[in-house]
C-alpha cells in the first residue's frame, strides 16, 4: 500500500477532506512545543480551517522535547496526517496539511531555538502535558531544584525543557531587535498562562532580573481552555484509516465530534482568526476552565482509577459498568457545581449530560491507563480544588473523596489482586516509598499526605480532608471498586 504524502494526496477517496490551499507557499507563523496526537485533533484542526480559509502567514512547525517517533512517523508523509472522527454513527477523515515541519529537540535544540527566533514566527503554542511546566502542583511555583531546570540554567544553549527553550529564545529576539512571541498554553492546567508566565518569568529571574522584568513587560501569555478527547492511537486505527482512505498513514489521530477552544485574546503581535474555524475569544477564561477541569477532567480521574481498578479497560467500558455514571453525575452536580463561577446563559445541566455521553462514546477506545497517568499533576487542579472549595463552606465531598481515594490505591502500585500496575508519574518513585507496607486506610492516608507538592500545607494539616478521606479509603479497601461504584446506584 502507498503511504500518505503530498504526492498520493489525489488518490485519496472523494470524501475524505484533504488541504486545498498552496503548503508550498505556507509560512510557519507558529511553533508548536509537544507535537503529539492532542495537538494534532485539536488546534492543528482549527490551524487547517485558518489556512483553508486563505490566510498562509499561520503553518506550523511541530516540535517533540523527547522523543523521534511523531517525526520519523510525519516526515515521509511530508508532514501530513488523517484525523479519523468517531461517534459510533459513521467515521469521518480528514488529512490535515497544518504541519509543515517536524523537529525533534534533543537531536537539535539549535535549529528549535532559530525557528523560535525567526522573524516570522510570531505564536509559540504548547501541549508539553502537565508535568512538563516543572512546576510544584500545589503552588504552582518553578521546582527549582528539578532537574531539567538545573541543566537549562546551566546550559542555556541546549535546552531540554520548554522553560529553558522559551527563555532562550525570547533573549535571541531581544538581541536581533525582533518583536516578542505571544506564547499559547493548551495543558489542562489552572490559569495556563499566568501559571506558564510565573514559571517562565521565576526562569529568567535565575538568569538575570532584567530579563525577567523583559518577559513581564513585553510577552503576552493569554489563558486557554482546550477540549477535545484524543485518545492514544492505536494498530487498530492505523487499519482503519488506511481501509478507509486507500493509503497508509503510520500515525494518525482519532478523536471525538466535539471540539472546544475558549482563548483569551491577548495576541499584541497578531493571531489566526480561529474563531472563524469555532473557537471563542473572551476576556477571561477562568470560568470555562474551572467547569472543564473540574467537571470533565475530574470524572475522568475518577472513572480512570476506580475503573482501572474494578478491572475496566476504557472509559466506555467503565461507564457500562453499574454505578459509576451515577457516581459522576451525583459528584458533578451535588459536589462541583455549586464551586464553579457562574457563566452567563451557558446551561451547565446540558454540560453535564454532554460530558457523561462523551464518556459513553463507544467507537474511542480510551484507556483508563491512560488518563491515570501523571495523578500527581493532575489531581490539584480535577479534585483538590473542588475539595477546598467544599471545606470552605462546610459542605460535604464524599464522591470527590472517592476519586481520590481510587487514585491513592494505584498509587501503591498495586491493584486489588495484588497484581502490579505499569505507574508513570513523575513522583512514582516518593509514593511506592511512603506508602509500602502499609495496608490500612489511615497509615495510608498518613503517608500520602506528608507528600505536600501535591496536597499543600493547608489539606495536609486539615481535619475533616483527613477524615472524610480515612473513611472513604477504609470502604473502598474492604469492599473494592467494583463494589463501591455499584453502590451509588441505589443512593
Ligand atoms: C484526560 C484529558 O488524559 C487525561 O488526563 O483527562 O486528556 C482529556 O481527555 C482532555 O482534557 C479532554 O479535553
Redesign the pocket.
Given at each position: 500500500m502507498k503511504r500518505l504524502s503530498q504526492a498520493t494526496l489525489c488518490d485519496l477517496p472523494a470524501g475524505v477532506s484533504r488541504p486545498g490551499y498552496d503548503r508550498g507557499a505556507t509560512r510557519i507563523g507558529i511553533v508548536h512545543l509537544g507535537i503529539g496526537a492532542?495537538h494534532r485533533a485539536h488546534q492543528a484542526v482549527m490551524t487547517e480551517a485558518v489556512l483553508a480559509a486563505g490566510d498562509l502567514a499561520w503553518g506550523i512547525a511541530g516540535v517533540s522535547l523527547r522523543s523521534a517517533e511523531t517525526r520519523d512517523a510525519l516526515a515521509p508523509q511530508d508532514g501530513l496526517y488523517s484525523v479519523a472522527v468517531r461517534d459510533g454513527t459513521g467515521d469521518r477523515f480528514a488529512v490535515v496539511g497544518a504541519v509543515l515541519r517536524l523537529l525533534v529537540a534533543p537531536e537539535d535544540p539549535v535549529a528549535v531555538l532559530d525557528l523560535m527566533a525567526a522573524s516570522e514566527t510570531r505564536l509559540i503554542s504548547l501541549t508539553i502535558t502537565e508535568k512538563g511546566y516543572c512546576h510544584l502542583p500545589a503552588t504552582g511555583e518553578l521546582d527549582e531544584t528539578h532537574p531539567d531546570i538545573v541543566h537549562d540554567l546551566a546550559h542555556s544553549e541546549r535546552p531540554r525543557t520548554a522553560i529553558g527553550f522559551l527563555v532562550e529564545a525570547i533573549v535571541r529576539r531581544r538581541e536581533a531587535g525582533l518583536p516578542p512571541f505571544t506564547v499559547l498554553s493548551c495543558d489542562?492546567l489552572p490559569a495556563n498562562g499566568r501559571t506558564l508566565a510565573r514559571v517562565v518569568t521565576r526562569f529568567a529571574a535565575l538568569r538575570d532580573p532584567a530579563l525577567a522584568e523583559h518577559v513581564k513587560t513585553r510577552v503576552a501569555f493569554p489563558c486557554s481552555m482546550?477540549?477535545?478527547?484524543?485518545p492514544a492511537t492505536t494498530d487498530a486505527d492505523r487499519a482503519l484509516v488506511a481501509g478507509a482512505l486507500g493509503v497508509e498513514d503510520a500515525w494518525p489521530v482519532t478523536t471525538e465530534p466535539f471540539l472546544q477552544w475558549v482563548i483569551e485574546d491577548r495576541f499584541p503581535e497578531g493571531r489566526p482568526n480561529w474563531e472563524g474555524a469555532g473557537a471563542l475569544f473572551v476576556t477571561d477564561v477562568e470560568p470555562f476552565e474551572q467547569m472543564?477541569l473540574r467537571l470533565?477532567?475530574a470524572s475522568?480521574?475518577t472513572l480512570a482509577y476506580l475503573g482501572y481498578l474494578a478491572g475496566h479497560q476504557t472509559v466506555a467500558e467503565v461507564m457500562a459498568a453499574p454505578g459509576f455514571a451515577a457516581l459522576l453525575d451525583q459528584m458533578m452536580r451535588e459536589e462541583v457545581s455549586p464551586t464553579l463561577p457562574p457563566l452567563e446563559g451557558f446551561d451547565l445541566a446540558a454540560y453535564r449530560a454532554m460530558l457523561l455521553a462523551r464518556f459513553r462514546n463507544p467507537a474511542l477506545h480510551?484507556r483508563t491507563w491512560?488518563?491515570a497517568?501523571d495523578g500527581s499533576q493532575?489531581l490539584p487542579q480535577r479534585l483538590l480544588g473542588t475539595i477546598r472549595d467544599r471545606i470552605k463552606a462546610g459542605a460535604g465531598f464524599e464522591r470527590l473523596a472517592l476519586g481520590v481515594a481510587a487514585w491513592m490505591v494505584y498509587a501503591t502500585g498495586r491493584d486489588e489482586a495484588g497484581n502490579p500496575i505499569d505507574m508513570r508519574d513523575p513522583l512514582a518513585s516518593r509514593f511506592a516509598a511512603a506508602t509500602a507496607g502499609k495496608r490500612q486506610a489511615s497509615a495510608l492516608v498518613e503517608a500520602y499526605l506528608g507528600i505536600r507538592e501535591v496536597f499543600g500545607d493547608d489539606l495536609s494539616a486539615s481535619t475533616p480532608f483527613r477524615t472524610t478521606l480515612v473513611r472513604v479509603l477504609d470502604g473502598l479497601l474492604a469492599d473494592g471498586a467494583a463494589r463501591t461504584a455499584r453502590s451509588f446506584e441505589r443512593t
Open positions: 492532542f489542562n482546550v477540549d477535545r478527547i484524543v472543564k470533565l477532567n475522568h480521574s480510551h491512560q488518563i497517568m493532575k
